[in-house]
Nanobody, 125 residues
């Protein structure tokens, strides 16, 4: 089992920055893929970025160049640095992990076994 706990959400004006953290515990050595998803009210949960155990990262086109996913392997913590935030980035953000290598083309919520509780990000004009 792997437990994930997110932190760092909040409210910011458009153009601002926020950083999210996801602390992983448990059998973290078995994790091959970690990702950030987000879900806005009335919309489906969508993949934002994924990081594989070899350091490879992929981003959604909507956040490319603005968001950066990183991981501290000593602290077992996944991060999402979000810059140049837009109102359309407003959503609940979730951290996810899985023991398998999840390619971007298969980056759907059902591909991930472990989930955090989510943290709210609100971007206002």
């Amino acid at each position: 089992q792997v437990q994930l706990v997110e932190s760092g959400g909040g409210s910011v004006q458009a153009g601002g920055s926020l950083g999210l953290s996801c602390a992983a515990s448990g059998y973290t050595s078995t994790v091959r893929s970690m990702a950030w998803f987000r879900q806005a009210p009335g919309k489906e949960r969508e993949g934002v970025a994924v990081r594989h155990s070899d350091g490879e990262t992929t981003y959604a086109d909507s956040v490319k160049g603005r968001f950066t996913i990183t991981k501290d392997n000593v602290q077992n913590t996944l991060y999402l640095q979000m810059n140049s935030l837009k109102p359309e980035d407003t959503a609940m953000y979730y951290c996810a992990a899985d023991n398998l290598w999840v390619d971007w083309v298969r980056l759907v919520p059902s591909a991930f076994r472990y989930w955090g509780q989510g943290t709210q990000v609100t971007v206002s004009n």
